[in-house]
């Protein structure tokens, strides 16, 4: 069930870059240059064979000239519900000296103290309620 969410996520990720691509009148192979990946990779993105990280991902919305936020939201790598917390993803995912693992690292931890303190806000508004 997951893998086939995920598979979701990539396939419309593609197709979104795609009609991007197609919007602001580029070819494959000028995309690809001005994101400085290769001509193959980014068609396999566009054909959701291949799930690009964060760093590509930046790469390929700077050349398109749209929001990387947009894109990463797309990619499954941002919830587009949670603006608390989105300049501060952005600054991990913008970050070229992190790994990805590293970055998700990060996000995974800053996560976690959110949702805990989330939940220590809802207790102590319940007890305020008692």
């Keep these: 069930m997951v893998k086939s969410r995920v598979g979701k996520t990539v396939e419309s990720l593609g197709e979104y870059l795609r009609e991007q691509r197609v919007a602001a009148q580029l070819s ?3 995309l690809a240059d001005q994101a400085g990946v ?3 990779y980014l ?6 064979l291949r799930k690009p990280s964060a760093e590509v991902l ?3 919305a700077k ?5 990387a936020e947009q894109v990463y ?3 499954g790598i941002l919830d587009p519900d949670e603006d608390r917390g ?4 952005l600054a991990v995912l913008a970050d070229s000296r992190l790994t990805e693992r590293q970055k998700r690292s990060l996000l995974d931890v800053y996560a976690s103290f959110l949702a805990l303190n989330s939940r220590v806000d809802d207790a102590e508004t319940t007890q305020g309620d008692s």
């Design 73 to 75: 939201v797309r990619a």
């Design 58 to 60: 930046q790469q390929i």
């Design 38 to 40: 290769s001509n193959p």
């Design 86 to 89: 989105s300049s501060v993803e």
């Design 28 to 30: 494959l192979r000028q």
């Design 63 to 67: 050349a398109l000239r749209i929001s």
């Design 43 to 48: 068609s396999q993105i566009e054909r959701g």
